[in-house]
Nanobody, 126 residues
Framework: VQLQASGGGLVQAGGSLRLTCAASGRTSSSYGLGWFRQAPGKEREFVAAINWRGGGTAYADLAKGRFTISRDSAKNTVYLQMNSLKHEDTAVYYC????????????????????WGQGTLVTVSS
């Protein structure tokens, strides 16, 4: 499985970005996907996750009301729409794949994810 994250960049506070994670290999549409982020000097933290069907989602408190995760299974792609960005959202964002087949409840802990993308940097200027 390969995961390719993109869409990061520099944005002003209050702005929006949409991150994209393109998955390939091993029938990736049958597995859940998640977004995590890691700021300099901090632990990697959960942001949002979606199950294999796209009908189940989970969000960290930091994302609720501002971020939306979605997927296009036909394209094996997961998106993270981020609105009302804050300076503290500055981090490298990683997408990850949960290798449990057809899991219904999306996972929020990074230990549940087996494959990780290379990350895309989001910088929010204040």
């Amino acid at each position: 499985v390969q995961l390719q994250a993109s869409g990061g960049g520099l944005v002003q506070a209050g702005g929006s970005l949409r991150l994209t994670c393109a998955a390939s290999g091993r029938t990736s549409s049958s597995y859940g996907l998640g977004w995590f982020r890691q700021a300099p000097g901090k632990e990697r933290e959960f942001v949002a996750a979606i199950n294999w069907r796209g009908g189940g989602t989970a969000y960290a408190d930091l994302a609720k009301g501002r971020f939306t995760i979605s997927r296009d299974s036909a394209k094996n792609t997961v998106y993270l729409q981020m609105n009302s960005l804050k300076h503290e959202d500055t981090a490298v964002y990683y997408c990850a794949l949960d290798l449990t087949l057809l899991r219904t409840a999306p996972r929020t802990n990074k230990e549940s994810y087996t494959y990780w993308g290379q990350g895309t940097l989001v910088t929010v200027s204040s």
